[in-house]
């Protein structure tokens, strides 16, 4: 049967990926093989449990395939454990409070509204209702992580875990400075690298592992997989932290989906990898100091990693309506809180602006500095239609010599 309604809109979205600049910082452009993977028959195994100790027949071939994934992992980041199966990034997080806290631990971790994450502890989160969570945040000045208030807050509050890592934050995090603090208050220490993890893979971000009791990261952002995650740690914690995926919080795993993260730890690998890695930091870099210079605000003044904030406020605008008129041109961003923002979440004074995705379409310096213009152009002239309509042209102009990578296995079907 032919499902031609599905087809066309795989064609669509296809199509869409290729004309727009997609500046989503928690997205990008895995490889064709990924995708193949976690289309493939493993879709269909059953393998409650883990490799040789599973709760159905017939996983021979799974645990060979979980196997490999995990020892792949493992050569990337050196960690002692590691578990491939947390569906995404929250359940991933879910399973390290599970294995090391009650009901009713304290938990300390960065602002939600200063770049930190649902999963570390909001009140609208599990994280948030479970356990008893304070927050750290930036300096107001800097807009660099407080160190002196995590430190103080550790000293006041000693929990149980401290949380690093963040959604939206644009320096680097000093890892072995919240270990000591951990250390100092007898916390546990869980560093969250979902954003920046292939930069760790890549060796342009220092790693977590060494420093942290468990480190969790979704594996489909800058470490360029799909969708889904998995858990370091420390081997003392192994037990108890495959006892929390599973039977804890999952049943059986996505095979398919751990065989794409497999294909992807491989790419990892491989020396082209950390030349992308380096290139995605360049070009978020490149893109900022463009903005920058054309007199937008960059929240922290800069960027260290493969994302920065724009603060919209100066120009009278909000993150909203930014993002809105950024996509009608064809510039994909989403709104984003800034620290201290005066402004709720579902409007916001910022936009959050990534190049994973763009850096694997191949797109370089130059045209950072034409894609900053862009943006520029068109929150200066944000309410002039006519203008929006030629930098909506030059859009077209710059996505369509790139291609993104297996784009024409999906252009054959179209
Ligand atoms: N939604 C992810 C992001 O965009 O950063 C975090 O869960």
Redesign the pocket.
Known sequence: MNDKEIDLLIQKEASRLKEQLVL???ENYPSFQVLDACGSIFSTKYAEGYPGKRYYEGCEIVDELEGLAISRAKEIFGSDHVNVQPHS??TANMAVYLSALTHGDSILSMKLDQGG??SHGSKVNFSGKYYDCYFYGVDRETEFIDYNEVEKLANEVKPKLIVCGA??YSRAIDFKKFSDIAKSVGALLLSDI??IAGLVAGGVHSSPVPHSDFVTT?TH?TLRGPRGAMIMCKSQHSETIDKAVFPGIQGGPFMNMIAGRAVAFKEAQQPDFKEYSVNVVNNSKILASTLSKLGFRIVSGGTDNHQFTVDVSPQKATGREIAKVLRNIGIIV?MNGIPFDPLPPRITSGIRVGTPALTSRGMKGDEMEKIGDLIGQAILNKDNLGKLRLLKEEVVRITSPFSFPGYEKFEKSL
């Open positions: 989503i910082a928690s990034g929250t994450h649902l959604s939206a979902a954003h979704t952002k989403n």
